[in-house]
């Protein structure tokens, strides 16, 4: 149990540096998507669908610890703007997908906030 935990702490201590990143390029394609398309910005959309994955799979991996003290992460709200967010990516229409984005970058936000409060705790 005690190495559980340290694999989610370093996970996080992993992510938090990641998150802020993400959040940055979650921010600057927005715009692209709103209309300020750029020649890159089907790879930059994929490279952060990537990265939202990758971040899906730490949170999954690491509620246990995020919620321990108290919830930080509502697995609900969660699930419902990633939903919204593929399905705007399935239907492949610029705008919808920056709505969805615009929508989706606080759950993010939230995530790297409760990874450095957590860290905080266990340090």
Do not use: C
Request: aromatic content about 4%; proline content about 2%.
């Amino acid at each position: 149990m005690e190495d559980m935990r340290a694999q989610q702490i370093e996970a996080l201590e992993v992510l938090e540096d990641y998150n802020k990143r993400l959040i940055k390029s979650m921010k600057n394609i927005i715009p692209e998507l709103e209309g300020d398309r750029k020649e890159d910005t089907d790879k930059f959309l994929d490279e952060i669908v990537k990265g939202i994955n990758w971040e899906i799979g730490i949170l999954n991996g690491t509620m246990t610890l995020l919620n321990e003290s108290r919830e930080r992460i509502h697995k609900e709200d969660i699930n419902s703007s990633i939903l919204k967010l593929s399905k705007a990516l399935e239907g492949k229409k610029d705008s919808e997908i920056a709505a969805s984005m615009k929508e989706t970058l606080p759950v993010f936000e939230n995530f790297g906030k409760a990874a450095e409060e957590v860290l905080e705790e266990v340090k």
